[in-house]
Every structure is written in C-alpha cells, then in structure tokens.
C-alpha cells in the first residue's frame, strides 16, 4: 500500500503552497481537493497546474469531493450534475483516475429514496466511464442514506456497474454505524479509495471531523484493517484525510512533514512485515 496526502488536510493553505510543501516532504501522490484546484483555475490554466505536479514529481492519485449527486432533485439535480461533468473534463484533462463522491444529506428521507440514490449513482458512473474516471462512494456517518460502508456496498452492488467502487474513509467507519462484519464484503474489485486519520479521546458518537488527528497517535486500530486489506489484495493509495481546523493553522510545510512520517510510520510497519505485527 502507498502514501497519499489529501488537501483536504492542509485545507488553508493554495494550490502552490501545497504542492511545494509535499513535494519536500517526500509526498509522491495526492488526493486533490476540487474547490481548491478550482480556485486555482480562476487565474490559471489547466495545463499549468499539470505542469505544477509534474514538476514536483507527483501525481494527482485520486479527486474528492463530488456531492449533490444522489438525493438532490429538480434545479439543484441540474445544478449539482452540470459541476459533476464540467469537473470530469478537467480530471480527464489531469488523467486523475479516483473521484470521491460524497453521500447526500436531506432532512427527510422519502420511501424511494434508496432506489433514487442507487440510479442516480449508475448515472453518474457510467457518464464519467469516458472520461477514465472511477467513482469512489463514501459513506458518512452522518448521511441520510448511505451512513454505513454495509448501505454503500449495497448501492455498488444493486447495479453491479463498472467503474464504482466504495471510499472507506476509517474516521466514518469507526464513528458510524458500520460493523465489522461489514468488512468481509470489501473486495479488490468494489475498493476503489482509502482515507485514513486516528481518533483520541473523543467519544465516537460525539467526534466530528475536526477531531480527526494523525493515524498511530489515538485510538483506531488501524493495524487490523490494514491486515484484512491486505487480505482481499489491496495494494493502492492510502490517502491521510485530517479535516482538523487547528491543523489548518499549522505552517503546510510542519503538517506536511508530520502527515508523511505519521502515515510511512503506519504503512511501513504493515508493508515490512507482510500483516501488523511482523511476519
């Protein structure tokens, strides 16, 4: 499994900064943050941030976060799905291979909502197949539809299309509802993304996003989960995800530099001896 570091991360900072800043740090993939990289296209053109992660050496492994696309209806569907084709051309233009799609949150959760969701995905699916893009849901603890990795499996599966895959983000999965029987319907196929960050001291039920902290220093066991990835024949990018603000206040080149020794420091000891805890 490799490193990745997702912008979401190092969220203050620009497009330039970050790029600078992980390249030093020995990053060689990143997970892009589309509101952002589209900041940056404001004054820039496309080929000039290509040109900006060639010449730092890295590759734009994967792109979140898509939302909008399951639930939304009428205007805001139209909305939500013109942004959806206007980012694919642009990720086809970066040959980036992984986008995030985020499940949707709605007050009230009408009785064909599920079917709803489940369409709207091989929709979405199978317009960004052309472009070369797979779809990476994640599910979110606190969605309307789709809180569990179970519920997101399940939507994958309704259709069984090509290019769709499930984002196990561990955060959602150990605050969530999900459970560790759903594990054993995680396959290579239906795997497409992986974003990790650690917990302490917060109780599960009450963590947000903004108490997410760098893997290896809190309470998830990470190891066994890297174990059963490991199992079905993951060997992709794990991408560090830690949408703390206080993180945010940190000079980009200290949290870039303490992101990559925390998650080499995790996946090096997973790599080294084959499962946690050595051969």
Request: hydrophobic residues 40%; charged residues 25%.
């Amino acid at each position: 499994m490799k490193p990745c570091m997702s912008q979401a991360t190092t969220m203050s900072t620009t497009f330039e900064a970050d790029l600078e800043a992980y390249a030093r740090s020995g990053w060689r993939a990143i997970e892009l943050w589309l509101t952002k990289l589209e900041s940056y296209l404001e004054s820039h053109e496309v080929a000039e941030a290509r040109s900006l992660l060639e010449g730092h050496g890295l590759l734009a492994a994967a792109a979140a976060g898509q939302g909008g696309l399951l639930l939304s209806r009428g205007a805001e569907r139209e909305t939500h799905w013109d942004h959806f084709r206007r980012r694919l051309d642009l990720l086809r233009e970066l040959e980036v291979p992984v986008l995030v799609v985020a499940a949707d949150f709605v007050r009230t959760l009408a009785p064909d909502d599920f079917g709803r969701a489940s369409a709207s995905l091989r929709e979405a699916a199978e317009l960004a197949r052309p472009y070369g893009v797979r779809l990476a849901l994640e599910f979110q603890k606190g969605a309307s539809i789709c809180a569990s990795l179970d519920t997101a499996l399940a939507l994958i599966a309704r259709h069984g299309v090509e290019g769709l895959g499930v984002c196990f983000d561990l955060f959602h999965y150990y605050t969530g509802p999900s459970k560790f029987e759903d594990l054993a319907y995680l396959t290579r196929d239906n795997l497409a993304w992986v974003q990790v960050c650690d917990l302490s001291g917060t109780p599960r039920e009450l963590a947000g996003d903004g108490d997410r902290i760098l893997p290896g220093e809190g309470d998830f066991q990470i190891g066994p989960i890297l174990d059963h990835l490991g199992r079905i024949g993951y060997d992709g990018y794990v991408s560090l995800e830690v949408l703390n603000p206080r993180l945010w206040r940190v000079p980009v080149d200290r949290v870039s530099d303490l992101g990559y020794q925390a998650l080499c420091r995790v996946l090096g000891h997973w790599n080294q001896a084959g499962s946690w805890g050595g051969a």
